[in-house]
C-alpha cells in the first residue's frame, strides 16, 4: 500500500469511528404494560414508538407488549432492573416500594384538576422523584395520564363521607389507600386487580375505586350500580427505562428518546381524558347511577383524611415532603 493510500484508509477509518451510535447500531425496544391495547395508555406507546422511529430514522425500534404479556407490575420492573426489558410505563403507586415518597402523589383530594395535577407531576415535585429512580435501575421520561380514581358499588350512592360507613370496598393494597378509606369508616379489603370482578360478582366486596375509563373497560357496570365521581386521587403512569439499556445508548439517542416522550405525552394525556369523559356517558347509558360530590363534601372529606396524609408525610424524606406542600401551595393559587 503507498502512502497515499495509508493516508485515506487511515482517514476512512477516523471518519467511521467519529460516527455517532445511532448511524451504526438498530435497537429494539421491548415496551410492556398492564392495559389493554385499547387503552389510553397503549395509544401513547404507539405514539412514542411513530415519534421515536422518525427521529433515529428507523434506528429505534419499540415492539409493544400490552395486557401484562411481560407480566404485573412488579415482574415488568424487576425485568427493566436486571436489564431483560428496556420499558413499561406502570402506575406510580408501583414505585412506592423502591422510592416511598411515590407515596406523595396517593395523597387523597391533594389536585382538583388536570391542570393542577400536571403541573405538580411536570414540575420540581415530579422531577425530584425522578432523580430518585436511576439509583434504584431506572430511568424516567416522564408522567402519562390515567385519571382521577372514582367510587362505585352495589350499596348506595356515596354523597358525604358518611356513606362511605361500613362499605366493603376493593383498593390498591398500597398502604395510604388503605388508611384513606378506614379513615371514612369503610371496610377497606386489598385484593389484586385480576380478582376484582369475580369479587364484585360474588358480593365479596360491596364496591371498588378506579378511574372511569377503566370501569368502563372491565364492565363492573354489569355488576355495580352506583357510580361517584369522588376524584379523591388523581393516579397517573410513569414512562420507565432500564437504566442497564439507557447507559449502552448514546447521548443523541438518550436525546431522541426524551423529546419523543416529551411529545407522546401531550396525545397520550388528551386521548386519556377524552376517553374518561365519554366513558361516564356510557356506563350512565348502560344503567349506572352517577352523582357528583359537591366542593364543600370533598373539603370535608379532605379534613377527614388529613391525619392519614400526616401519618405517611412523617415517614417521608422531610425536603421532598416540603417541596410537596410548596408546590401544592404554588399550584393552588
Avoid: C
Avoid at 407515596?103 to 400536571?118: H, M, N, W, Y
Wanted: hydrophobic share 45%.
Amino acid at each position: 500500500m503507498n502512502k497515499t493510500a495509508r493516508l485515506l484508509a487511515a482517514a476512512g477509518l477516523s471518519l467511521l469511528l467519529a460516527l455517532p451510535a445511532a448511524a451504526q447500531q438498530e435497537r429494539v425496544i421491548r415496551f410492556g404494560h398492564l392495559n389493554n391495547a385499547d387503552h389510553p395508555v397503549s395509544f401513547g406507546v404507539k405514539r412514542f414508538a411513530e415519534l421515536l422511529a422518525a427521529k433515529s430514522g428507523g434506528k429505534l425500534k419499540v415492539q409493544e407488549f400490552p395486557a401484562s404479556q411481560l407480566g404485573n407490575e412488579l415482574q415488568q420492573q424487576s425485568a427493566l432492573q436486571g436489564g431483560v426489558q428496556q420499558m413499561s410505563a406502570p402506575a406510580t403507586t408501583s414505585l412506592a416500594g423502591i422510592v416511598k415518597e411515590f407515596g406523595l402523589i396517593d395523597f387523597p383530594f391533594a389536585v382538583g384538576s388536570f391542570e393542577q395535577a400536571d403541573a405538580l407531576l411536570d414540575g420540581p415535585l415530579g422531577q425530584a422523584l425522578i432523580a430518585r429512580l436511576p439509583e434504584k435501575g431506572l430511568v424516567a421520561l416522564g408522567y402519562w395520564d390515567l385519571g382521577f380514581r372514582n367510587v362505585t358499588n352495589s350499596k348506595r350512592p356515596i354523597a358525604r363521607a358518611e356513606d362511605f360507613d361500613g362499605l366493603k370496598l376493593r383498593v390498591i393494597p398500597n398502604p395510604v389507600f388503605l388508611d384513606t378509606f378506614k379513615a371514612f369508616k369503610a371496610n377497606p379489603v386489598p385484593m389484586p386487580f385480576a380478582e376484582l370482578y369475580g369479587a364484585l360478582e360474588a358480593k365479596a366486596v360491596d364496591g371498588q375505586e378506579n378511574p372511569f375509563a377503566v370501569i368502563l373497560s372491565n364492565k363492573m357496570y354489569e355488576v355495580q350500580k352506583y357510580l361517584s365521581a369522588t376524584n379523591h386521587v388523581y393516579a397517573a403512569n410513569i414512562v420507565l427505562v432500564s437504566k442497564k439499556f439507557w447507559d449502552q445508548l448514546s447521548p443523541a439517542e438518550q436525546k431522541m428518546m426524551h423529546d419523543a416522550a416529551n411529545e407522546a405525552r401531550g396525545y397520550q394525556r388528551q386521548v386519556s381524558r377524552a376517553a374518561a369523559q365519554k366513558a361516564v356517558g356510557e356506563l350512565k347509558d348502560k344503567g349506572m347511577q352517577y352523582n357528583e360530590l359537591s366542593p364543600a363534601e370533598q373539603q370535608r372529606m379532605q379534613k377527614i383524611a388529613k391525619p392519614v396524609v400526616d401519618k405517611f408525610a412523617a415517614s417521608y424524606d422531610p425536603a421532598l415532603v416540603k417541596l410537596y406542600n410548596d408546590e401544592l401551595a404554588r399550584i393552588r393559587k
